[in-house]
């Protein structure tokens, strides 16, 4: 780990180390808003020193939840390889709910930066390009619509986002049910045109950036 191009100290580590690992623990109780201060009392630092390692909110964000969502790496392999590539769909898009659903700041946070990620250079990163993998398999196969495209998974995620915000301390497995209503619509045999084409990546992006002022306002 590194400050610019020079190691960080093994004292200066160690606080990263905990500043990650409260935020963490922050975020998903109380979402990407909670005090900084807070953070750097359950890591057992300053805030001055939080503030040297992570100047900005968004930095301590980036990086909890980079690690964070290497557990989308195993929901992809998992999905990918399931011999049933409609099932591999399903267990790719309930993953993700699911991690959402667990973790009050990563709710947040994919609903404000995966939509964005597919309009920036970003998005060959490696859940959106798992994601279009396990689309296209499923395509391929006549057991996913064919008109259905990486765009409207964002969709999903930003309007799946606030089901499971609003629902999460009353009725926490509300989103399966609203997920299920979604799936069966993919089907094939149930698909009829829509006449609405996908959205572009640029258009996702600007959706994704108001929804994001909106929340902040």
Partial sequence: MTTGSRPLRADAKRNRDKLVAAAARVFARRGLTAPLEDVARQAGVSIGTLYNHFP???????????????????????????PDPWNGFVVFVEGLLALQAEDRGL????ASRFPTAMGREEACGRGIRNLG?????????????????VTDV????????RVIADSMDVAPGAWRRC???FLDGLRPE????????????DQLALIAARSRSQARD
């Avoid at 980079?66 to 989308?72: F, I």
């Fill in 133 to 149: 993998l396990v689309i296209e398999r499923a395509r391929d196969a006549g057991a996913l619509r064919p008109d259905f495209e």
């Fill in 107 to 110: 709710n947040e946070a994919l």
């Fill in 154 to 161: 964002a969709l999903l995620v930003l309007g799946m986002s």
């Fill in 179 to 181: 997920l299920g209503f």
């Fill in 56 to 82: 900005a909110r968004d930095d301590l964000i980036d990086t909890v939840f980079a690690d964070r969502l290497t557990s989308l790496d195993r929901v992809a392999e998992e999905a990918l390889a399931d």
């Fill in 190 to 201: 149930a698909s009829r045109s829509i006449g609405v084409p996908a959205l572009r990546a």
